[in-house]
């Protein structure tokens, strides 16, 4: 089995900032592509941000210049600094993580529960 584990979510004010973790664990043979979307209230779920095993990121528009992926591959984690935080940033954030697990082949997406972002005054 494999397991993603989010956390640092939580009540932010306007401006401020937040850095949310994603430790993946479990029959690992080796992970992938690692990200983070998000999900607001009345609104289809988005790619906020991923990153590849050697490093290569992808962000989206509204967070570029604002929010930072990164990753620590010998602790399978992923990590996404949130600066300049905004109420539209307000959301439930998931990573996922593309894995291969131990004795299969073919890579599979797991993800995580999802933590709870909250951008308000």
Not at 40 to 46: D, T, V, Y
Request: with cysteine.
């Amino acid at each position: 089995q494999v397991q993603l584990v989010e956390s640092g979510g939580g009540l932010v004010q306007p401006g401020g900032s937040l850095r949310l973790s994603c430790a993946a664990s479990g029959s690992i043979f080796s992970i992938n592509t690692m990200g983070w979307y998000r999900q607001a209230p009345g609104k289809q779920r988005e790619l906020v941000a991923e990153i590849t095993r050697d490093g290569s990121t992808n962000y989206a528009d509204s967070v570029k210049g604002r929010f930072t992926i990164s990753r620590d591959n010998a602790k399978n984690m992923v990590y996404l600094q949130m600066n300049s935080l905004k109420p539209e940033d307000t959301a439930v954030y998931c990573c996922y993580a593309r894995i291969r697990r131990v004795g299969i082949y073919k890579e599979y997406d797991y993800w995580g529960q999802g933590t709870q972002v909250t951008v308000s005054s």
